[in-house]
């Protein structure tokens, strides 16, 4: 991930009031990631098949561009949409 968007992530999330999930943002456990038309997907487990399922939460950082996905108080997905929000950051 580059350093710029992880400083975005660690900003925002604080700014939201999510410092334990800020301090996860530079764990370098990146499962995946997956780059799609518009942007990418930064995953910290595998995706699954269906739904994260129960203790799942979806957290819009910046609306319609930068949302994280929580499971169980753990980051298991980062959603960057627009990829020219990936050069701002």
Known sequence: MAPKLADALE??????????????????????????????NYYTKPRPDGPWGPGHRTIELLSGHLFVD????????????????????
Request: glycine share 12%; no cysteine.
């Open 70 to 89: 929580v499971l169980d108080s753990r980051i298991v997905m980062i959603e960057v949409l627009h990829r020219q929000f990936l050069k701002v950051v």
């Open 11 to 40: 900003q925002l999330l604080g700014k939201k009031g999510e410092g334990l999930l800020a301090e996860q943002v530079r764990d370098p456990r990146v499962a995946g990631a997956q780059l799609h038309g518009h942007g990418s």
